[in-house]
């Protein structure tokens, strides 16, 4: 079973310019998480969307919007790119966003910001 | 609110030989799960062993394992025989069992090096 896939692995772009990145999470996952990873830290939750509807958001500014589409996938925008953007993009699915269970991590999409 | 500790930015150890990565947590919560996630040079966070608070023993998963210590709060990594694809940043992480939540707070992470 392919794991959780997002795209693209790359992006560079300038300050003030928008972004979106996506997730596709496994198969039968519902739930799906995104989360910031600055160089030399630990991730840092942004947002949680199960079923369509946001469960959950980190302390991000209004810049960051994600949203979740019926077959589960995901996006994550970014508006108005600042320098403190770059950073590795991660994100999670699980079956039905429970405590209990265990997340699944993607590759993640390295962004740069310049 | 919740937090993570690693304390420990780098650690190394010889092939073969055991080590210890340290994690301490601050919650007032008594339902909540904890894990130890593993990230390699090619960035995929991987699962290394999980803990649930209500659970007294250990966790184990092969040659990894944890001592998990309530109440002092203290969730440490032991890796026995150690080999060179340990090599990885190590994350401590904690997740809320009162909510239904996905969200997981991370530690800053704790950098292993085995050297042969």
């Known amino acids: 079973d392919a794991g959780v896939t997002q795209s693209p692995t790359h992006l560079i772009k300038t300050r003030g310019q928008q972004v979106t990145l996506r997730c596709s999470p496994i198969s039968g996952h519902k739930s799906v998480s995104w989360y910031q990873q600055v160089l030399g830290q630990g991730p840092q939750f942004i947002f949680q969307?199960?079923?369509?509807?946001?469960?959950g958001r980190g302390n991000f500014p209004d810049r960051f919007s994600a949203r979740q589409f019926p077959n589960y996938s995901s996006e994550l925008n970014v508006n108005a790119l600042l320098l403190g953007d770059s950073a590795l993009y991660l994100c999670a699915s699980s079956q039905f966003g429970a405590s209990r269970e265990t997340q699944y991590f993607g590759p993640g999409t390295r962004l740069l910001v310049l | 609110a919740q937090t993570v500790t690693q304390s420990q930015p780098e650690m190394s150890v010889q092939e073969a030989e055991t080590v210890t990565l340290s994690c301490t947590y601050d919650?007032?919560?008594?339902?909540?799960?904890l894990f130890w996630y593993k990230q390699p040079p090619s960035r995929q966070m991987i699962l290394v062993i999980r803990q649930e608070a209500y659970k007294q023993q250990n966790a184990t998963e092969n040659r990894f394992s944890v001592n998990f210590q309530k109440a002092a709060k203290s969730f440490s990594l032991k890796i026995s025989d150690s080999q060179l694809g340990d090599a990885a940043m190590y994350f401590c992480a904690y997740r809320s069992g009162t909510y239904n939540t996905d969200k997981l707070i991370f530690g800053t992470g704790t950098r292993l090096q085995v050297f042969p």
């Open positions: 969307y199960y079923e369509k509807e946001e469960r």
């Open positions: 919650t007032s919560e008594s339902d909540y799960y």
